[in-house]
């Protein structure tokens, strides 16, 4: 898609988890598209500002809330003061999550919790708040992960139990909005090369060997495929799983 062409120009979009990584690549990819993006963050403001000052100085607008995905009512009020700030909201990307790994009979309910509360519950509520303001031509885009197709290591059940959680919401989601003109898509990126999943890390040695491709993505062909979901492009695709994966479940 061509950076030049400012498709989403007029479109409001917010990405929970902006402020790196996969989540900032988006941020930026939507704005470079034109559109004005709201990204949401918990623990690294200086990353989240940086995000901004970078859109901001390419003549784009943007902001940065701090919202922590665990607590519903911080993300609900993410998504109204988006509303209350720009008039509306045409893009929800729910990117932000987090993963805790270990074995079945070692995982604590303390843990469940967390990454049902950052993972699960976050995506419904940033989602039933951001439908209540959207009009006809709306993109819900979840990101999940490719592992929910072939896990390639043990450890991850309670990760890959939220993405799948995912999946199956976005499934029934896109036949709640389709009478509306609103699409609900999911990515599932395989191993990304990020500050927290780097190529070179501890399960890179068992995953590498595995995708098609002998690398891990970067996190602008993500945003990349995003993007595309995100424009007028994609709007006959809904309810559509999208693997970005590199052949790793090939």
Do not use: C, W
């Not at 072939?150 to 499934?171: D, M």
Request: proline share 4%; hydrophobic share 45%.
């Amino acid at each position: 898609m061509p950076k030049d062409l400012h498709v989403l120009s007029n479109k409001v979009a917010v990405v929970t988890g902006g402020s790196r990584s996969i989540g900032a690549a988006i941020a930026k990819k939507l704005a470079d598209l034109g559109a004005t993006v709201v990204i949401t963050y918990n623990q690294s403001p200086e990353k989240a500002n940086a995000v901004v000052e970078e859109i901001l100085a390419k003549g784009m607008q943007a902001l940065a809330i701090q919202a922590d995905a665990a607590r519903p009512e911080a993300v609900k009020q993410a998504i109204l003061t988006t509303v209350e700030t720009y008039g509306g909201i045409d893009i929800l990307v729910n990117n932000a999550g987090m993963s805790i790994t270990g074995d079945i009979e070692q995982l604590s309910l303390s843990d469940y919790e967390k990454m049902i509360a950052v993972n699960v519950t976050a995506v419904f509520v940033a989602t039933q708040e951001a439908v209540r303001h959207m009009k006809t031509g709306g993109r819900i885009i979840h990101i999940g992960s490719a592992m929910t197709n072939f896990s390639a290591f043990p450890t991850a059940s309670l990760y890959t139990l939220t993405k799948g959680a995912i999946s199956g919401f976005s499934k029934s989601l896109a036949r709640d909005l389709g009478p509306r003109g609103i699409t609900v898509n999911t990515v599932l990126p395989g191993s990304t090369d990020t500050d927290m999943n780097p190529e070179i890390g501890a399960v890179s040695n068992i995953i590498l060997p595995m995708i098609a491709l002998g690398r891990y993505a970067k996190v602008e062909e993500i945003s990349e495929v995003v993007a595309f979901i995100a424009s007028p492009a994609a709007s006959y695709m809904t309810a559509s799983e999208i693997l970005v994966d590199g052949g790793f479940t090939a």
